[in-house]
């Protein structure tokens, strides 16, 4: 059958079915189980176009607004005794300089990718923190997208750090031949640290950070609204088991707390452990 009736456009059922994943939305009709086609709204502007955006890619573009806003309130006029906002951020700058770039790359290479690591940083802080925040419950990151597109970056950072010190051709051979072992382990390990290298690290890098998130966001989403079901839709006996489910979705949001953050610093962190890599490929 045509996907269009009577020159109407019939919209997969999944999709009529989306919905804000909230306490608060679950108020307003039944009882749904979270699924994966939460990930997958349908357009809110420029349907059909290149520029379409959902649910999604608004969280998306407002949370990489409130990053900005943010960063410009703490220091459109810093103080030498930074205060509230500008302490805030200030200590949250220091700690990407110094727990991950000078600790990992050295103060000198810290220093110049910096602005990278730092920018990698508070993106995945941002957007991770959109799944705690009450009518967006989701982050944007829980879609391969953007954990990708951090990932390419990542990616292009430390082989073009590599290639640039020592060219392509050494560069590569240094990376995935193994000093000091017999010949014959060539023909295992080469292949291994090839695939190691240039295709798993970007790879763990994308998946960990969306898996990580999407899981979140389910189990999030599977105690409230199991707490909703258990008071409005179960059956009375049912109805004990709510104060469970609710006190389990508090527990699970301050662990997520801990979540938004591990990633982010994971992240960050294994940015600059690649370039460290790359810098000293020949060193290995």
């Not at 957007?127 to 990616?155: D, E, Q, T, W």
């Amino acid at each position: 059958m045509s996907d269009r009736t009577a020159g109407m456009t019939v919209v997969p059922a999944a999709r009529t079915r989306e919905r804000t994943l909230s306490v608060i939305t679950l108020a307003a009709g039944e009882f749904h189980a979270p699924s994966l086609s939460d990930f997958f709204p349908p357009a809110v502007l420029f349907e059909g176009t290149p520029f379409e955006l959902d649910r999604l890619m608004l969280i998306r573009l407002l949370m990489t607004a409130v990053v900005v806003i943010v960063f410009a309130l703490a220091f459109r006029s810093p103080k030498i005794v930074p205060r509230g906002l500008q302490n805030v951020m200030e200590t949250a700058v220091v700690f990407v300089k110094e727990q991950i770039c000078d600790e990992v790359l050295g103060k000198e290479t810290g220093k110049r990718f910096f602005p990278l690591i730092a920018t990698i940083f508070f993106t995945v802080l941002f957007l991770n923190f959109s799944s705690v925040v009450p009518f967006l419950n989701i982050s944007s990151n829980a879609r391969v997208g953007m954990p990708l597109v951090l990932a390419a970056i990542a990616y292009i950072a430390f082989n073009y750090v590599g290639i640039r010190k020592y060219g392509f051709f050494k560069y590569v051979r240094s990376s995935i031949v193994v000093p000091d072992v017999p010949p014959a382990l060539h023909l295992l390990l080469i292949p291994i640290e090839f695939v190691s290298t240039f295709i798993l690290r970007p790879f763990t890098l994308t998946v960990r950070l969306m898996a990580n998130m999407l899981a979140g966001h389910i189990m999030l989403v599977l105690f409230f609204s199991a707490t909703w079901f258990f008071l409005f839709d179960a059956t009375a006996w049912m109805k004990v088991f709510s104060p469970f489910s609710l006190l389990a979705g508090i527990g699970f949001t301050l662990f997520e707390l801990l979540v938004i953050f591990l990633q982010a610093y994971v992240f960050a962190l294994l940015t600059a452990v690649y370039i460290s890599l790359a810098q000293h490929a020949a060193d290995h």
